[in-house]
């Protein structure tokens, strides 16, 4: 009696723990399993029921996880977390299971976190990316300095070892303690992502002219990076980390250039004219960043040359805007860059 007792537990022992191999390695995740998926290519953009067919959720603060969130970085909606005010520690993931087959060997998606609370100068929370159970992209790592900026990102699985017939399990998390918002959109498993040309006047080298003499121009961000960003003690008084467009002016000495910015949606406008690309904060000659609209300068120039006038935003401003005033220079074609010349400049 006692031998078959002790074999009937080796038997349950056994049994537990071949079924708990098909779950998430350890207690940060949610121990439901998974339901595989078998689409191919496989595409997630948060549009319909939340969390998604086949996705789970793994909640340490109910009241702080993901959860679906309008505007998304694609579409009209995201995977989002806010962060809890009272600082209650948080770990929420959101998981799916996936078989990989040929050319699905890359993992994209688009993201955004804060810079200011994620990494500098406050590490509070960090959001990554895990592929049964191990980092493969984290916002904190990945070197960007973007606040609550969507940018589009590329994983290989292939390098973390993953092959074609495996059947993988991917999480979202978010981890920490008064962090910010953050979100994930547009997950997709397939070939390797590969970014659109920039539009011109994303760059400086595709900067777009401003007209001689009284001038007023219609522009949107929406689409475009953030090249030129400016720390705090800029010209403008402010940092300035939105996403920015380039125009650009021929001034000679004594020329007078004024201009204003007018948002939709009154987003806190940031201006600046600098004369060197590689340096915006160091060669700024003239800015502001009036809240929440209507930045406003006159530059009387000193030195004649090219200057680069950036439409930018306090931190993750986007959408229509008009700039006008009055540009005592000229403009004439800038030198032309081909695609493949700039394309390292696209972030």
């Not at 060997?105 to 609370?117: E, N």
Request: net charge negative; with cysteine; glycine share 10%.
């Amino acid at each position: 009696m006692k031998r078959m007792l002790i074999i009937v537990l080796a038997l349950l022992v056994i049994s537990s723990v071949a079924f708990a191999g098909k779950m998430l390695p350890d207690a940060k995740f949610s121990t439901e399993p998974y339901a595989p998926m078998s689409s191919r290519e496989y595409t997630e953009g948060f549009e319909g029921a939340f969390p998604p067919a086949g996705w789970t959720q793994g909640i340490t603060n109910a009241g702080y996880t993901w959860h679906q969130y309008t505007p998304g970085g694609e579409g009209s909606y995201c995977a989002n977390c806010f962060y809890d005010p009272a600082l209650v520690p948080q770990l929420e993931t959101l998981c799916f299971s996936h078989t990989l087959v040929l050319d699905e060997l890359h993992l994209s998606f688009l993201a955004m976190s804060s810079y200011y609370w994620g990494v500098d100068p406050y590490a509070n929370y960090d959001i990554y990316v895990t592929v049964d159970g191990g980092v493969v992209w984290s916002f904190r790592a990945d070197g960007t300095t973007n606040n609550y900026i969507w940018d589009p990102y590329d994983v290989d699985l292939a390098a973390f070892g993953f092959i074609v017939g495996q059947t993988v399990d991917i999480c979202l998390v978010y981890e920490g303690s008064d962090g910010a918002q953050a979100g994930f959109d547009a997950i997709k498993i397939g070939e390797a992502y590969v970014p659109p040309p920039p539009p011109d006047g994303d760059v400086c080298e595709t900067a777009l002219p401003i007209p001689s003499d009284a001038f007023s121009i219609d522009g949107s961000n929406v689409g475009f990076a953030n090249d030129y960003p400016l720390a705090s003690g800029s010209c403008t008084g402010y940092s300035a980390t939105g996403l920015d467009v380039v125009y650009y002016t021929i001034l000679e000495v004594g020329d007078e250039f004024t201009v204003t910015m007018d948002t939709v949606g009154d987003w806190d406008d940031s201006i600046y004219l600098i004369t060197d690309c590689a340096d915006p904060f160091g060669s700024c000659v003239a800015g502001d960043d009036a809240y929440p609209d209507m930045s406003t300068f006159t530059y009387i120039a000193t030195e004649a040359g090219t200057y680069y006038l950036i439409v930018s935003a306090y931190s993750s401003g986007t959408g229509d805007y008009t700039i006008f005033g009055f540009n005592g220079g000229a403009t004439t074609p800038v030198e032309e860059s081909s695609w493949g010349s700039i394309k390292a400049l696209y972030r």
